[in-house]
């Protein structure tokens, strides 16, 4: 009767095993897509997020301040937005870091005071903190965080910042800027604090978006795309546009493993150190 016992104790494991296993075989070999939206936006909260919660895929939401709404003036009455962001980070989305003020170039239309150009490291290191404890309260069971940095840039008065926010503890993973051309195929020697994604341009259609997923799954890489505003606001794609895309990819799970932005970093990470 022991050894019964034993031996069916010692399926069990191996079942259990060998499917932990396969879960981890299987997400190695799709390619990886990360699905993430910049900015906090009010059009995320009512499109996006429903569009992902319908068919139960997950988005990373890099938040800069948080928008209200004219609820914010009632005692007692918490913003839309907070409570959207945090029924969001609820079901399962990553709310990330964007800094607070999102100071970018002046080059690129920011005005003097509030540029890039004229921060220090201590300011963007205050900033960043600061939206870490924002965010411990609308995520508190998040314990780590990711970023993206604010226009794509990372340097301050010619210092590149992204490892010394990483070496503070202050994020894990960074993701930057790029093109449809920025698919990940090397993993091993992928910097993690610097991890290249597609900046979504205005009217991007659904072909244009499910042809950079298909550049992925071909590698067997990694594909972050980078959306703004989804039916309104910067940046924008159609909401028709992004419903179609997302479907297409739950449609395709075999070819593609969609997740966060932080499970796909951990994922690598897990690589790197073999």
Request: a neutral charge.
């Amino acid at each position: 009767m022991i050894y019964k016992i034993s031996l069916t104790v010692i399926l069990i494991l191996e079942f259990f095993l060998s499917s932990f296993g396969q879960t981890k075989k299987d997400s190695s070999k799709r390619a990886i897509i990360c699905l993430t939206y910049d900015d906090g936006l009010e059009t995320q909260l009512s499109t996006v997020v429903p569009q992902l919660d319908s068919i139960n895929l997950k988005g990373t939401f890099f938040l800069n301040s948080i928008q209200g709404s004219s609820q914010s003036d009632v005692i007692g009455q918490f913003p839309e937005s907070v409570l959207g962001w945090t029924n969001a980070a609820r079901n399962g989305h990553e709310l990330a870091n964007h800094t607070l003020f999102h100071a970018c170039p002046e080059k690129l239309g920011w005005q003097k005071s509030i540029s890039i150009d004229n921060y220090t490291i201590d300011k963007i290191i205050k900033e960043i903190s600061t939206v870490n404890s924002m965010l411990s309260l609308l995520d508190p069971k998040r314990k780590t965080r990711s970023f993206a940095f604010p226009c794509n840039n990372v340097f301050i008065a010619g210092t590149d910042y992204s490892e010394i926010i990483k070496n503070k503890g202050l994020v894990t993973y960074g993701r930057t800027g790029g093109d449809s051309n920025s698919v990940i195929t090397d993993f091993k020697y992928l910097n993690r604090m610097q991890v290249p994604s597609w900046h979504v341009w205005t009217g991007t259609t659904l072909q244009q978006l499910i042809s950079f997923a298909e550049k992925v799954k071909k590698t067997g890489g990694m594909g972050v795309y980078q959306f703004h505003g989804v039916g309104g606001q910067i940046f924008q794609i159609s909401k028709e546009t992004h419903r179609a895309f997302v479907y297409y990819l739950k449609e395709h799970q075999d070819d593609y493993w969609v997740t966060t932005f932080s499970e796909a970093m951990n994922f690598i990470s897990d690589q790197q150190k073999e």
